[in-house]
């Protein structure tokens, strides 16, 4: 949900399964993200806002479209 971007400090985030196909548009607010896994869903490019998350070092985007 929407709300989880207001969690400005988490470090780790597994969405892993949860048929996404988008992230929300202030994503890019989880500025101390530093790993998330966004594996399994139906992602077919790369969201733009992971682009901007500074801090990250492990993405895992396998088993999507």
């Known amino acids: 949900p929407i709300t989880v971007c207001s969690l400005k400090h988490l470090t780790v985030l597994n969405l892993h399964?949860?048929?996404?196909q988008s992230l929300p548009?202030?994503?890019?607010?989880?500025?101390?993200?530093q790993e998330l896994s966004l594996a399994a869903n139906q992602y077919d490019t790369m969201p733009y806002s992971i682009c901007q998350l500074k801090?990250?070092?492990?993405?895992?985007l396998s088993n999507n479209r």
Request: proline share 5%; charged share 25%; glycine share 6%.
């Open 25 to 33: 548009p202030d994503f890019e607010q989880l500025s101390k993200l």
């Open 17 to 20: 399964g949860n048929k996404l």
């Open 55 to 60: 801090h990250l070092h492990t993405l895992d």
